[in-house]
């Protein structure tokens, strides 16, 4: 557990307890009620994260760099906000606020007036998450933003690696998206793995990387095995939904996401890019999500 793991602020209610690190604001342990953990633990050897918050951006930049009109900046993968610190607004038993906000560092790099405000609470079965990503400028700010929470794979219920799946809300029966080499993604669609509204996970799946539905009808996904409590994954407003992990990894990601990385040969102006959303000066850019832990029937 790393050093800062004091300063996390702890979060109960009903079948879940949590954790939220003020770092990154960033969701960092979450057990059932027996205390058995659901979410990846950061083992840095493998991958540090556990449930990073991506903006302004979402995956790489083309060049490592973005246009605005005559300007140029660089911005590494995903964004800032994952290793920034926020300050906490708020915090009971439950729930927590937290907020960050542009300053001299992060204006050099972006150059736009925000306020992103992250709202967690602990509602029975259900882990909630509200983003909120306000314009505090004058003008029109472009951006993207997503969710990247890890969790364990296998789950803590006795069923085999083997035997885990994401199933559908809805049929996924669109082509599907990846990315190359450096992280662009592919101008091509390829066939989708999934059928009858299940995706079966293999680490085969992940030898290209992330998975990209760019055309996704469901509003949730469930996770887990055939047997046993599965988790479900609601995102009732992003129109992205990536799944990665790294072969022979004991956790997968489920992302749902406003934004994209950049496509291969992309070279227009940040608002242009795919996936970003001008967001009006006064107005917000608004990313719920969801995680619920399912029981079987007794």
């Known amino acids: ?130 983003a909120s990503i306000r314009n505090l400028g004058s003008t029109d700010m472009p951006a993207s933003f997503g969710y990247h929470p890890g969790f364990l794979w296998p789950l803590p219920y006795g069923e085999a690696r083997a035997a885990h799946f994401i199933e559908f809300e809805s049929d996924e029966p669109a082509a599907v998206r990846r990315i190359d080499g450096a992280g662009l993604l592919r101008a091509e669609h390829v066939a989708t793995p999934i059928a009858n509204r299940r995706l079966p996970l293999a680490d085969a799946l992940f030898q290209e990387d992330v998975l990209i539905l760019d055309q996704v009808r469901s509003r949730s996904v469930t996770y887990g095995g055939s047997r046993g409590p599965r988790i479900r994954v609601s995102f009732p407003d992003t129109p992205y939904l990536g799944f990665w992990s790294k072969p022979g990894a004991p956790f997968v990601c489920i992302e749902p996401w406003h934004g994209v990385t950049d496509p291969q040969g992309f070279s227009g102006d940040f608002t242009e890019k795919p996936g970003v959303v001008l967001v009006r000066p006064g107005a917000a850019l608004d990313a719920r999500m969801d995680i619920t832990l399912l029981r079987p029937p007794a």
Do not use: K
């Open 1 to 130: 557990m790393p050093d800062r793991a004091r300063s996390w602020l702890p979060l109960t209610g009903g079948e879940l307890c949590a954790a939220v690190d003020p770092y990154g604001a960033q969701l960092s342990l979450l057990q059932d009620a027996d205390g058995r953990d659901l979410l990846w633990n950061g083992d840095p050897q493998l991958w540090a994260g556990r449930a990073p918050l991506l903006f302004p951006i979402v995956g790489v930049l083309a060049g490592g760099r973005y246009r605005l009109g005559s300007e140029s900046y660089a911005l590494s993968r995903h964004g800032f906000a994952r290793d920034r610190l926020f300050s906490v607004e708020s915090s009971d038993a439950a729930s927590a606020s937290l907020r960050l906000r542009a300053d001299d560092s992060t204006l050099q790099i972006y150059p736009f007036q925000f306020q992103l405000d992250l709202h967690y609470a602990c509602l029975g079965a259900t882990f909630s998450v509200r």
